[in-house]
């Protein structure tokens, strides 16, 4: 019976100190076989891009004809690596700490943080020759690319949405439901911010309990300034006053942005859960029928239309949902967002082997095709859609989804670029009319803006200044955004609150980051 | 010369005995100690080895050079740190709100305890403590939300608010009301949980007291004050000493993931603030390990301080 007992109480520490002991220890690394020379051995890369782990995990995963013709096209093994929209910013700097980043990793740190890893080696230089992969060749000799240089070598792949600076030009969109307008006697849009507030207050008067605006997420929040100071819709971003240049958010432009928030937060048009929403919960609120006006949405997805159709019963998504043109700035033009065509890249670690490297370049290569594109998009051609008129039509089954057929390609077709064939022409057109006639509004609607509105400015030749304070200054970046949130939510003058907590930002290298600038600016012959 | 040799001998001997002695209670109780080995191993695996990383508070932390290769950076992030504004608001914030749990969250659960105690009927008194003990087990993640959802602005006590024709009241918003909330919502999920060592202290007292008490004629009020109280005056000190030693703690979990930019001004915290250097604003790992030492360091010598205050002069038993 003794014996009995020490047994097992042998046998549970056993396990206990066992089990403490796995949890700590570092997980069996499968070493493929990857001597170098012998690029046709098999090669497994880890890789995180958001949500893949639920690709792999889908019921069809196995059968995900375009992810196993492109493993067998490389001789490779893809383990994913989960990133969420939640987590994916601290995994990375997580992983870098720890040693444990992945071979391939969709993500965005800023500058500063880019330099650094850069010059201590975490991340892994590109080659200098890129002949050999023509696809990225192409896209890294791009101007906006610049900025990306650190020593003159890049170490990252800008993901690609598109291929000019303007194509961003609906990355700021505002939604708005067009009939409660009508319903209000608005058939015109608002020529300025007073018209759009006036607008706006009579739908809500006419549907009593909604909103009337609110936001994707807190960054959409600088869509307002794209109506009097555009280069204030990303809050680190610089502009030039009087030949000097100077933080975008110090300008007195900025002040008319600010004034017409607080304006929408007090006269109870902007939703007043905006500041503790989470990202998407105003997207939804608008879809749901909560809210007449919406800061985001550029595109309208298949689960976002279900949603809208769910809460707006008999109501035609395409007609209702309209986009609405910025009212013009001060010297008369209508301004849309603008940049460099990407705003996240795809890094590599510096601890990877330069046979690993080698193959995911191939990938990287292959995955920035048209014909990767397309097939990650639209699915295999005559078996997924087909080619009508040069219109992309449809092929697959009711309720018959890409998503639900490539599973895991529906999750890696984003570690290279975003979308870039929609208004390209070449994205398949849903079998739902609703869905159909959304896209065309989409596509229709980027174009109209293109000949009616102004690109914001941009120049990428100074965005490629890096000096130690306007690296610090990036970082400051959130700040800056939780500060404008602040004034917003706040009471008395704005404008004088705004111009202190400028006046704050001296003590934070502000002035520093000017000088520096302007001294590398007058250098490189900017102006 | 023979006295002191023997008496080296006898020493070493008494020595050599006292060690057997402690070896056979090992031995004798070797299953308790082999049931206390994980837990040993778990601190010093999860508590104690990460502990060598607060040398970064002193390094230029380098990535690729890793913790113990870093180079050593002359103090650079303690200027840093100590000249930052935002730690300084966040450093009273930190005591601000801490004091403020010490002073309103820490009696209730005493209180509670008692009230517990001087119920008379046992199955109503299981139910309350089932009751007031549940919330602790929810997570702040999941708490969060639903209290965001009652109290946003189309929440269900704004709907209330309107429905008897009051304004609507962004609790959530403004630095006082959500204050307010944190202390309220904190004694809400975490009294119950916490009057449990109370209850065990007074289920420790012997019913005899209470009925010789009682037979001398005392009240239900004059039974507590001096019987229960004394008792758990005792424990109450240990569980200050130990409130104070984590009073720069502050309560991460719950600010977190209630706060939003409109409250930073009062409820930022050290730990909050910590979280954003590290992975928001990306001020590096030195940095926020060294806002980290700081806390730790101030926590130690509060705790030392208030171990030292409990014992020397409110007489009480302390930690150690």
Known sequence: MKFKQRVKVGVALLLAVGTVLTGCGKGEEKSPNTSPGQASEPIELSVAVWDIQAGFDAPNAKNDTVYNDLTKKFNITIKPVQITWNDWQEKAKVWAASKQLPDMFANEIDMGLYQTWAKQGVLKPLPDDLSPYPNLQKFMSDESVKPLKVDGKFYSIPRFGSEEIGDARLGRPIRYRKDWAEQAGFTKEPQSFEEFLAMTKAVMKQHPGIAGLTINSKGYLLTQFLGSFPEMVFSSNWTQENGKWIPAFTSERAHTGIQQLRTLYTDGVLDKDFAIQKDADGTNKFLSGQSFALYGLEGVTDDQLATFKKANPGVSASKAIGYMNIWPAADGKRYTMAGAPYWSNTFFPGTLSDEKFKRALQVMDYMLSDEYRVLGINGIENVDYKVENGQYVSLLKQDETLADKYPVTSKLVWLAAWDPLLYKGKKVVSSDPEAAGLMKLQIDTWNRFKQEDSTMPVNFEFNAISTPAKIKFAALDPNIMDDIVKVVLGKGDPIAQWKEIVKGYDAKGVPEAIKEVNEEAAKRGIK | ?320
């Open chain 2, 1 to 320: 010369m023979q006295n002191s040799a023997s008496h080296i001998k006898y020493g070493r001997q008494s020595g050599l005995g006292a060690n057997r002695r402690k070896w056979q209670e090992v031995v004798k109780h070797k299953y308790f100690y082999l049931m206390i080995l994980p837990v040993v191993l778990f601190f010093l695996i999860f508590a104690y080895v990460p502990m060598y990383g607060v040398v970064l508070a002193f390094k230029d932390f380098n990535y690729m050079l890793g913790i113990m290769d870093s180079p050593w950076n002359n103090f650079q992030n303690f200027r840093d740190v100590l000249s930052d504004p935002n730690f300084k608001h966040a450093f009273n914030n930190t005591l601000f709100i801490s004091f403020g749990r010490l002073i309103i969250e820490f009696p209730i659960p005493i209180l509670l305890a008692i009230l517990l105690n001087e119920m008379r009927f046992g199955r109503l008194k299981r139910i309350f403590q089932t009751v007031f003990t549940f919330p602790h087990f929810i997570s702040w993640v999941v708490l969060s939300g639903i209290i965001t959802n009652i109290l946003n602005d189309q929440g269900v006590l704004n709907q209330i608010l309107v429905l008897f024709g009051f304004e609507k009241n962004s609790i959530l918003l403004h630095n006082g009301s959500f204050l307010g909330l944190l202390f309220t919502s904190n004694i809400w999920k975490e009294a119950g949980w916490s009057s449990i060592i109370y209850l065990a202290a007074i289920a420790g007292i012997n019913p005899e007291l209470y009925e010789a008490a009682s037979i001398d004629g005392a009240n239900r009020y004059q039974q507590m004050k001096a019987i229960t109280w004394p008792v758990l005056r005792n424990t109450a000190a240990i569980m200050l000493i130990l409130a104070v030693g984590g009073i720069m703690n502050g309560g991460f979990d719950q600010i977190f993931n209630l706060y939003n930019p409109a409250v930073y001004e009062r409820a930022d915290i050290l730990d909050t603030f910590v979280y954003r250097s590290a992975f928001v604003d990306s001020t590096g790992f030195g940095y926020s390990t060294t806002v980290g030492l700081l806390k730790s360091a101030i926590n130690c010598l509060l705790l030392f301080g208030a171990n030292f205050v409990v014992k020397r002069v409110f007489k009480e038993e302390g930690l150690y």
